[in-house]
């Protein structure tokens, strides 16, 4: 069982739509990695979360440490938000335990 | 934010060959960079973690004489994958996080993609 856990693996939505994106852990941390990768394959760091709720644009991330849960949410969702993304919780010397990602398709 | 390249952002050689992949970060300092691999569809899979001055150190499974690593400097890192082999096609992505990083970020080169006929 990996220790970050994504729900749903793959998501399919029609533009407009909130979306979310579920994340969980096994083990205690004291901050989470939101990151996202287009087809091309680039990551970009989205949100790197602690506590509470962080909102850049339509991007929100939320997080509970002592529930060991996060959600990302997209709203009003765009094609262009088509990517996966990544929970991703660092550990010693800053190395990251992935989640397995979700799969994001936005359609018109 | 801060910014990490890689050089070159696509690569296809043939086949016994060694490649160079860089690692850079642009305008922050690096102690340690990560280096990972992706296959089609897959997660990032961490091969090594490059450490300034020092050894490198690998994931199990991953053979070190196969990919070496080099952290030459506080913004330079390089992975060589030697005789490279069609079955090494694949996305290799380096991270670093900064040297002052009170709040655990990191920051990804773009990639490069590696094809081997």
């Known amino acids: 069982k990996n220790e970050v856990e994504q729900s749903p693996q793959n998501l399919t939505a029609q533009e407009g739509e909130f979306i979310t994106i579920n994340c969980s852990y096994s083990?205690?941390?004291?901050?989470l990695h939101w990151l996202q990768q287009h087809p091309g394959g680039g990551i970009v760091s989205l949100f790197m979360?602690?506590?509470g709720k962080k909102k850049h644009g339509r991007l929100i991330a939320t997080i509970n440490i002592q529930e060991k849960h996060s959600s990302l949410h997209i709203t009003a969702s765009h094609p262009r938000d088509s990517a996966v993304y990544i929970c991703?919780?660092?550990?010693?010397?800053?190395?990251?335990?992935f989640g397995t990602g979700t799969r994001l398709q936005v359609t018109l | 934010g801060a910014v990490v390249s890689q050089h070159p952002s696509w690569v296809i050689c043939k086949s016994g060959t060694s490649v160079k992949i860089e690692c850079r970060s642009l305008?922050?300092?690096?102690?340690?960079m990560f280096w990972y691999r992706q296959f089609p569809k897959q997660s990032l899979m961490l091969m090594a973690t490059?450490?300034?001055?020092?050894?490198?150190?690998?994931e199990q499974g991953v053979e070190k004489d196969k990919f070496l690593i080099n952290h030459a400097s506080l913004t330079l890192s390089t992975l060589t994958v030697t005789s490279a082999h069609p079955e090494d096609s694949s996305f290799y992505i380096c991270?670093?996080?900064?040297?002052?990083?009170?709040?655990?970020?990191?920051?990804f080169g773009p990639g490069t993609r590696l094809t081997v006929l």
């Open positions: 490059s450490n300034e001055g020092s050894k490198a150190t690998y």
């Open positions: 991270s670093a996080p900064p040297i002052a990083n009170p709040h655990n970020e990191q920051f």
């Open positions: 083990v205690g941390i004291s901050a």
């Open positions: 305008d922050f300092q690096a102690t340690t």
């Open positions: 979360l602690s506590s």
């Open positions: 991703a919780r660092p550990g010693t010397a800053s190395k990251l335990t």
